[in-house]
């Protein structure tokens, strides 16, 4: 039998260690939290005492999962087509980014036609009614309760009450009361989610764990939270932006990287259709250092203004600021212009910003942040109604991206005329580009030089003496 005593759990990984120390073996600093427990897990489980398991083939008579669809068309896209009856979705974001808000909304959406309950542990019922009546829900037959006791929460769906949607409103404040460390801790966040999401699925409803994020933007807890639930979704966007992005980064039951678009207002988030419309709403093609991306996020496409701005700059080590991209990223895309493209940047201030608080992941991006770049350093505009996307090589190659079409198509529907494309690159269906059916311009290139040579004649930003 192993022993009971004091052992640090790291928060990142879940490694167990006998004494405390600044750095797991994971490589995390001050992650250790200190709880009771098993130094090891129990040994000795080869003594034949389990059951036989049984195994079957890979064909069968199962049921596809039955959904539970909101009509919040932005949310049940990102879950894959609704919520799945049986599994349990983590939903992870910054404080006040408006995930109680979402998910009042998701539950009155569907308490129509199932039974759905709103348990939360941070708020008093007055609060949450004040929220509902703001959104104008208040006549919505959502089963309401405050609590933080798991035991409490099990015994109700275990006999009386078994709801059809669950939320949980957090699972940092939810409590196990046969553990001794205090809330908040390891161990109690990860015994309450392994009780919640057992009874979700012996019970067959759909729960939803809110969790919050630490600073370095991961769900606080062990990551070991991500590992047991079903589907991982994230609420983002700038909270000084109106903008709010739901995105998937693991689902089990559909696609991910999907994302959902909405915009916060004085009576709730609303759903964004056409996200491309909107974070072009103020975008002017006869300004220098702003380019135009054709994205994809998830199975969508997206048009979204990049802005950069070049400053001549006194310091050493001079100021670079991104907003919505990596900077990493920025840091060899100047590279690649300094050395292949005679660009020189480095001795300049650099900023750059995604526009309506998006945060781009795509390579695909690259070709329209030096596009940016060389416009903002030229004093030259990108040329009009062109929207502009390919990653960047080291070597200055500009290299094929996916979804060529669904892009080109896009930036079709807003108005744009012409784009900068890689020269190589095939659709997704096999087709090469050049046999591409669109009404753009398009100008393929295969250096960013070319880029560069879109801008000419370069007369503006060099200086005659
Ligand atoms: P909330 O859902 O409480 O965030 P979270 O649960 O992620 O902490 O939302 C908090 C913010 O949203 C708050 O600053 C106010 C704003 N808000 C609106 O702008 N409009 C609304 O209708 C509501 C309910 C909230
Ligand atoms: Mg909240």
């Known amino acids: 039998m ?36 098993f130094e ?16 079957v083939g890979l064909k069968g008579k199962e049921e596809p999962a039955h959904r539970r669809v909101t009509k919040i068309s932005e949310f049940d896209r990102v879950c894959g087509g609704g919520l799945v009856s049986g599994s349990a979705t ?28 709103y348990i939360s542990g941070e708020e008093a019922i007055a609060q949450l009614r004040l929220r509902a009546a703001r959104l104008g829900l208040d006549n919505a037959p959502v089963g309401l309760a405050t609590t933080t006791s798991v035991r409490d929460i099990i015994t109700t ?53 809110v969790g919050h994020v630490t600073k370095d933007g991961n769900i606080a807890g062990p990551r070991i939270l991500e590992h047991m639930v079903d589907t991982v979704l ?36 609303n759903e964004v259709s056409n996200p491309s419309a909107l974070f072009l709403a103020s975008y002017h093609d006869k300004v220098a250092g702003i380019s135009v991306f054709a994205g994809i996020e998830g199975s969508r496409p997206l048009l979204i203004e990049i802005q950069s701005l070049i400053a001549p700059s006194q310091q050493p080590a001079p100021r670079r600021a991104v ?15 300094g050395s292949r493209c005679g660009i020189p940047l480095s001795s300049n201030e650099v900023y750059l910003n995604v526009v309506g608080g998006l945060r781009i992941r795509e390579p695909a991006a690259d070709l329209a942040v030096a596009a940016a770049l060389i416009s903002s350093f030229l004093e030259k505009p990108v040329a009009k109604k062109t929207i502009v996307f390919g990653e960047v090589g080291l070597s200055g190659e500009i290299r094929a991206v996916s979804h060529i079409a669904t892009r080109l198509k896009e930036a079709e529907k807003l108005g744009f005329t012409s784009a900068i494309i890689p020269i190589a690159g095939y659709e997704n269906d096999g087709k090469h580009a050049n046999q591409l059916n669109t009404s753009l311009t398009l100008k393929r290139i295969s250096q960013l030089a070319d880029l560069v040579a879109t801008f000419e004649p370069l007369n503006s930003g060099v200086t005659n003496d």
């Open 40 to 55: 090891s897990a129990p040994k000795g489980l080869s003594d034949g005492k389990g059951d036989r398991i049984s195994f």
């Open 157 to 209: 769906f275990d006999k009386e009450y078994l709801p059809d949607v669950a939320v949980i409103d957090s699972i940092q404040c939810m409590f196990v009361d046969n553990l001794d460390s205090a809330p908040g801790t390891v161990t109690q966040i990860r015994t309450s989610a392994q009780e919640l999401i057992r009874i979700a699925k012996r019970r067959q409803f759909a729960l939803i764990l």
């Open 90 to 117: 983590l939903v992870g974001g910054d404080p006040g980014i408006g995930k109680s808000t979402l998910l009042i909304q998701v539950v009155a959406a569907l308490s129509k036609d199932f039974k759905c309950v």
């Open 234 to 269: 994230y609420f983002e966007g700038e909270p000084s932006h109106q903008f709010r992005v739901l995105r998937s980064v693991k689902n089990r039951f559909g696609p991910t990287d999907e994302i959902g678009v909405f915009e916060m207002t004085e009576t709730g988030l």
């Open 2 to 37: 192993a022993r009971k005593s004091i052992i640090y759990i790291c928060d990142e990984c879940g490694v167990r260690h006998k004494k405390w120390a600044g750095q797991c073996s994971c490589g995390a600093w001050n992650t250790l939290s200190k709880e009771e427990g």
């Open 323 to 337: 907003v919505g991209w990596d900077t990493n990223r920025l840091a060899m895309i100047m590279a690649v212009l």
